[in-house]
């Protein structure tokens, strides 16, 4: 089998390419003999990795060996190589930094694909190092061989296959580099086990060799005034923003032209915390459980200025009816997100901190020159919508917890200091809903591939990268049960993670669409989890994992029970919610209609069927 890393240009070709994208130049280091495997540890080092969460297994046994030796980087053993990829997710979510991960080859490669692609949905850097069986052996279905770069092609940034130990290095250093510069993603290295064996000589820094690998950070100049003048013309403007601002580092520069503009804002599921809740203009966040303000304002705008945003379906609705009169201007890192959904009239290619800096600066000119828009009456308008329909929710009467008011006060009594990290369902949207973000990277949930079992080892992750702070895991308990055994590594590490199950005994959301959409008929949505089935018992099972167990029933039972899991930091602590079953997600739009058709909570009847 011969090495699948890029074939190396001529030197005619070099001398005729312009230059890659390269990383920080890194102090050269002098050749010396190692195994290709020393190599693959000490190529970590020299990126700055500080923490691998992995398994080991038969294919990449041989890197196990040296990592043993590291100084600088922590390996981290999870339960599940599904855990290691989440972690990894966690951990780059938290800090902007590549989260790595590591798994043998076959079923441990393959136990990555659910977080690699998860990653890629989301736009989340890591490095996915996995082994493979040896190269002579590649194609023959020999043990534990799977074809991970193949299986992971259509769901990762790129990928490499590796079988010479000299090409480890580069591969390396090449995927950290794609990982996060661009458009983020997930990379995935597959080394051969004879190439982590083989003698080699490593040096540092190896030669990136990346042709066609041009990511435009800087946006056009005249795409920029054409934005400047629309935005001076519009009356009803809306900036849509999405996880490309957090991606990019870029709130502070989005909260000056918020400022600077006084332009209503709603930021997606993916961008809670880009501009504090409490900004008098932030209309909340959009799409189908977003608050009515956000959606009606995306509806009824006359601009739409969508930043690091994709057009998803959970935000637009039915996309052929999704605001009908507003002129689009669309900027993103990755080109072919421009126009893919909705037909951007301006399109701006650009790294979303540039593009706003840019946009302040050309805005700010205009108005010095007496070009400034008047939009009073649309924030009039807009405010309106937000005092008329506030989020809210009502109080449960059979004596059980509302699970709104569960997370509502785990936001109020931790703070905007502390990391929010929620698994998929009911309970992620009441944590994007009802707790307060004032800051970037203070709110982590799998958005775009919706992965139940996200939020522990997520959790554990951001907890690794940031351990001063406090990191919640607001999960369900039917996530909870796809990746719990991590409680175990949270223990045995060190990382006193704190979980809130929101126990509805049920898959909530789903119960939730079979309750409005299929008369009531609950096929296969009871988990048996709390009241006297306790299947399992939470409680126990935390204590079972050396985690402290509580449990609160009763509403005057969540306020302690809350502050006795915030006192203790000397381990994990899970905390049971036993909350009201049919507690419902409002607002919503239903999927495939209209955002036009939004329903509130009220008599879940469409908002702009009883007034406009």
Request: net charge negative.
């Amino acid at each position: 089998m011969t090495d699948t890393l890029p074939a190396r240009p001529t030197p005619a070709q070099l001398a005729q390419r312009k230059p890659a994208a390269q990383p920080a130049p890194a102090t050269k280091t002098a050749p010396v003999e190692v195994t290709g495997a020393q190599s693959l540890v000490l190529s970590l080092e020299a990126v700055g990795v500080d923490t691998v969460f992995g398994i080991p297994g038969g294919a990449i046994l041989p890197a196990y060996d040296p990592l043993m030796d590291s100084k600088s980087v922590r390996h981290i053993l999870v339960r599940h190589e599904q855990g290691a990829g989440h972690a990894a997710e966690g951990y780059a979510a938290a800090t902007g930094k590549v989260g790595v991960c590591m798994a043998t080859s076959g079923p441990g490669a393959t136990n990555l694909v659910t977080p690699i692609a998860d990653a890629n949905m989301d736009s989340v850097p890591i490095v996915a190092i996995t082994g493979q069986v040896t190269s002579t052996s590649i194609g023959t279905d020999a043990f534990q061989e799977a074809d991970i770069r193949g299986i992971t092609m259509p769901v990762s940034k790129h990928n490499y296959l590796v079988t010479k130990a000299e090409d480890i290095p580069r591969a390396i250093a090449e995927a950290f580099h794609l990982a996060s510069t661009g458009r983020p993603g997930p990379v995935l290295v597959d080394v051969s086990k004879d190439a982590l064996t083989s003698r080699t000589t490593f040096s540092w820094p190896p030669t990136l060799d990346l042709p066609g690998y041009h990511p435009v950070t800087r946006p056009h100049g005249k795409q920029i005034r054409e934005a400047a003048r629309l935005i001076a013309a519009a009356q009803r403007p809306i900036f849509y923003i999405g996880g490309g601002v957090i991606r990019a580092r870029a709130s502070e520069e989005l909260r000056r032209l918020v400022d600077l503009t006084q332009i209503p804002l709603v930021t997606t599921l993916m961008a809670r915390g880009a501009v504090p809740d409490d900004h008098p203009l932030h209309l909340g966040m959009p799409g189908m459980h977003g608050t009515v303000s956000a959606v009606t304002g995306l509806q009824k705008s006359d601009l739409i200025i969508a930043l690091g945003a994709r057009f998803d379906d959970r935000v637009t609705g039915q996309l052929s009816t999704f605001a009908p009169e507003a002129t689009i201007i669309h900027a993103d890192i990755d080109p072919a997100e421009i126009s893919k959904n909705r037909y951007a009239d301006v399109p701006i290619v650009g790294d979303c901190k540039e593009v706003i800096v840019d946009l302040i600066d050309a805005i700010a000119a205009d108005q010095a020159a007496g070009r400034v828009g008047d939009y009073a009456a649309w924030r009039t308008r807009v405010a309106g919508w937000m005092e008329t329909y506030p989020l809210g929710y009502t109080d449960v009467q059979d004596g059980l917890l509302a699970p709104q008011h569960v997370i509502e006060r785990i936001g109020a009594l931790s703070g905007p200091e502390a990391t929010y990290v929620a698994g998929v369902g009911q309970h992620q949207m009441w944590a994007a809903q009802f707790i307060r973000y004032s800051r970037p990277n203070s709110w982590i949930n799998s958005g775009g591939l919706g992965t139940m079992g996200f939020a522990i080892p997520a959790a554990m992750g951001a907890k690794v990268a940031e351990p001063h702070r406090v990191v919640w895991a607001i999960d369900g308990d039917g996530c909870f049960q796809m990746t719990n055994q991590e409680l175990a590594t949270c223990v045995i590490n060190d990382i006193p993670i704190k979980i809130a199950v929101i126990n509805n005994s049920s898959l909530g959301m789903v119960r939730q669409w079979q309750t409005l959409f299929y008369n009531q008929r609950y096929s296969n949505t009871d988990l048996h989890t709390s009241h006297n089935s306790r299947i399992p018992d939470f409680v126990k099972l935390a204590e079972a994992y050396g985690v402290l167990g509580l449990r609160a029933e009763k509403p005057e039972d969540v306020d302690a029970t809350i502050q006795e899991a915030l006192a203790v930091n000397d381990r994990p602590v899970l905390i049971d919610f036993v909350v009201h079953r049919d507690a419902m997600v409002w607002p919503m739009v239903p999927a495939g209609v209209s955002n036009d058709k939004i329903l509130d909570a009220r008599d879940a009847a469409p908002v702009w069927e009883r007034e406009d």
